[in-house]
C-alpha cells in the first residue's frame, strides 16, 4: 500500500517560517509528480504547490507564490514556508500521482493522486 507520512508542522508567529516534509513508505518519491494540498476548516481542500516527477515543472497557488518553495531532496520533498500568514492556517496534506501532464499552470484535482498522507497542521497565530 503507497502511503506518504507529512511531518514538520506546528505552531508558528506571522511572518515565521516552516519546513514540511514528505515521506514515502513502499515506494520512492523520485517518478511521481507530488503536490501539497491544503484544507482550512470549512473551506475545500486546495493545491498550494506541486512538483513534476522530473522536476521540469513545478506550480504555486497564486496566494503562496514567492513566501512558499517546493523541492525534492533524498527521496523526500519538502516545502518550505516563509513569511507565514495567519491565513496560511490549515491541516497540510502531501499527495502522489503518476503520470503525466501535473504541476502544470493551473491547479491539479485532488481526485488525480493516488496516494495521501494524513496531513500535518500549521497554525499561524501572534
Known amino acids: 500500500q503507497l502511503q506518504l507520512v507529512e511531518s514538520g508542522g506546528g505552531l508558528v508567529q506571522p511572518g515565521g517560517s516552516l519546513r514540511l516534509s514528505c515521506a514515502a513508505s513502499?515506494?520512492?518519491?523520485?517518478?511521481?509528480?507530488i503536490a501539497w494540498f491544503r484544507q482550512a476548516p470549512g473551506k475545500e481542500r486546495e493545491e498550494i504547490s506541486c512538483i513534476s516527477s522530473r522536476n521540469e515543472n513545478t506550480y504555486y497557488a497564486d496566494s503562496v507564490k514567492g513566501r512558499f518553495t517546493i523541492f525534492r531532496d533524498s527521496n523526500k520533498v519538502h516545502l518550505q514556508m516563509n513569511s507565514l500568514k495567519p491565513e496560511d492556517t490549515a491541516v497540510y496534506f502531501c499527495a502522489a500521482a503518476y503520470g503525466y501532464n501535473y504541476c502544470l499552470g493551473s491547479p491539479d484535482k485532488p481526485d488525480d493522486f493516488a496516494a495521501w498522507g494524513q496531513g500535518t497542521q500549521v497554525t499561524v497565530s501572534s
Open positions: 513502499g515506494f520512492t518519491l523520485d517518478y511521481n509528480n
